[in-house]
């Protein structure tokens, strides 16, 4: 029995609905902030055996809600 590798040549593109980054910051070794990228676009592009992935996303401090003691402190003007 043979086993066969599909070719993946193409263009993904991410699924925003089913998809989620989440990152989490150790300040000072003692409080652990997390926080999540809302929106973000990802793209993967495969072709003849070579991958380039390319994401973004915008990032804006008033989207920084929880926990309100990181924004005070890290958004200080």
């Not at 993967?44 to 929880?66: F, H, M, Q, R």
Request: charged letters at 20%; proline letters at 4%.
């Amino acid at each position: 029995m043979a086993t066969t590798i599909p070719v993946l040549d193409g263009t993904y593109e991410l699924d925003r609905t089913h998809s989620t980054v989440q990152f989490a910051v150790r300040h000072a070794g003692v409080s652990t902030f997390r926080a999540s990228f809302a929106n973000l676009d990802a793209r993967l592009t495969v072709e003849g055996g070579k991958a380039v992935l390319a994401a973004g996303t915008t990032v804006e401090s008033i989207s920084i809600i929880d926990p309100p003691e990181f924004r005070a402190q890290a958004l200080q003007a």
